[in-house]
């Protein structure tokens, strides 16, 4: 009996660890079998604070996952965030080593090898160098340089890096539950790879997963990732306000804002008030939906400047015709895509996760678009190495995530 072929992803944000694990069908499309969604512990605007604490979420998740599918999870593509991360552009350079002058993937890796060599302090860490697009002997705007000709091989990259005690201390969670890592993975490019269409990367589209402690940042250009950047601002600070602002304890707040908060707050009646008989919401006096309204859109559109600032000093802001893509637990908030209209000046659409089967319901929310983002980044991995068995293969196998990005 053929072995079946499994892809695990883990997605550790602020609010909530997400573990999937997906049978790989023989047509390639991914199925759930196991969904652990459980809330996380340790964890401050999307970066390990406490290892054990985060290591018992995690591992309260995996062990979900783990029943619901009757797999054992050995290793996982594991997602990583926070503000911490950064990227840069470069470029690398190398001679075609064959004499016959055939490129080979030999050049490919060590073109892409040059190119991390990048200028950054010592306490980071490169996680990703994406090849954007190859030059030989010249010649631009290659994808795919294997089996060209040409004497001298150029490589256009994005390298992504993080720091070493975010990397380090997020490792060691998952360590300690038993899962070995098959490679991290930036969240917001593993979000691209689970709601973007390949038009909207090749024309250049902004991703925004805005979650409960960060919004992550990633753009888009020429069908590859060219900038990735995070602003340490989510939905629970949302809450936070909400809390301070109408007097409520932060759990209320947060039940508030989900069911009643709207992202611009002039569209909402004046008068306009809601019961608070369900809530445990303070003095227990009825709130005003625009005075909850206007909190809700102050927070969001300063998050939404912040990011255009970011874009801005990217020099990415005119690069996105394509729009901006919302995922993330806050991009359901009601009135969401007008504001970041407003803001962005330029089309807004919500990105869900699509084209799975299996136990979808769970995951079939912009809120899980990173988590299963990482399946769809680990099934082309997959595909390149021929296993993905991570359910009875081997441990820590070679992490050539450089090759995953090929098309
Ligand atoms: N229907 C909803 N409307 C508005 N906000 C929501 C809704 N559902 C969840 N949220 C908010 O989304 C946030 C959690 O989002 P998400 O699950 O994407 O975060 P996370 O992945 O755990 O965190 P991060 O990625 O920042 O580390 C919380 O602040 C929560 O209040
Ligand atoms: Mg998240």
């Not at 060590?110 to 060599?117: C, D, H, S, T, Y």
Request: aromatic share 4%; proline share 4%.
């Amino acid at each position: 009996m053929a072995r079946e072929r499994i892809v695990v992803g883990i997605d550790v944000g602020t609010t909530k660890v997400c573990s999937l694990i997906a049978a790989i069908s023989p047509e390639d499309q991914l199925e759930i079998i196991g969904a652990g969604i459980t809330p996380a512990r340790g964890l401050r605007r999307g970066v390990v604070v406490n290892v054990d604490e985060a290591a018992q979420a995690i591992s309260a998740s995996v062990h979900k996952a783990e029943q619901q599918s009757g797999f054992k999870i050995m290793s996982a593509f594991v997602g990583i965030s926070g503000a911490h991360i950064s990227s840069t552009n470069s470029h690398g350079v190398v001679a075609v080593r064959r004499s016959d002058n055939v490129v080979t993937e030999d050049d490919i890796d060590r073109a892409l090898e040059a190119a991390k060599v990048v200028n950054m302090p010592q306490d980071r860490e490169v996680i990703h160098v994406v090849p954007r697009h190859f030059v030989i002997d010249g010649q631009e705007g290659i994808n795919n340089p294997a089996g060209m000709l040409g004497r001298r091989l150029e490589v256009e990259t994005t390298v992504v890096t993080g720091t070493q005690t975010a990397i380090h201390n997020l490792s060691r969670c998952i360590e300690q539950v038993g899962v070995g890592i098959d490679a991290l993975v930036i969240q917001p490019i593993a979000a691209g790879e689970a709601v973007l269409t390949t038009a909207e990367k090749d024309l250049g589209v902004a991703l925004v997963d805005l979650g409960g402690g960060t919004s992550d940042v990633g753009v888009f250009v020429d069908g590859s990732v060219a900038y990735v950047g995070s602003v340490p601002v989510g939905g629970n600070h949302i809450s936070n306000d909400i809390a301070l602002g109408l007097r409520t304890p932060f759990t209320s707040a947060d039940e508030l804002k989900i069911r009643h908060g709207y992202a611009l707050s002039e569209a909402i009646e004046e008068d306009s008030m809601i019961d608070v008989a369900s809530f445990d919401a303070g003095d227990g006096t009825p709130i005003s939906k625009r005075e909850l309204s206007e909190i809700v859109e102050a927070r969001l559109e300063e998050t939404f400047d912040f990011v255009r600032e970011q874009l801005g000093r990217a020099g990415f802001e005119e690069s996105m015709p394509a729009g901006v893509v919302l995922v993330g637990g806050t991009a359901q908030l009601q009135g969401i895509r007008r504001l970041a209209a407003e803001v962005f000046g330029t089309p807004v659409r919500l990105g869900t996760p699509t084209g799975m089967f299996g136990l979808v319901e769970s995951v079939s929310s912009p809120a899980y678009a990173a988590s299963v983002g990482l399946l769809k980044w680990g099934l082309v991995q997959a595909d390149d190495f021929g296993v993905g068995g991570n359910a009875d293969g081997p441990v820590g196998r070679a992490r050539d995530w450089l090759r995953s990005f090929f098309p």
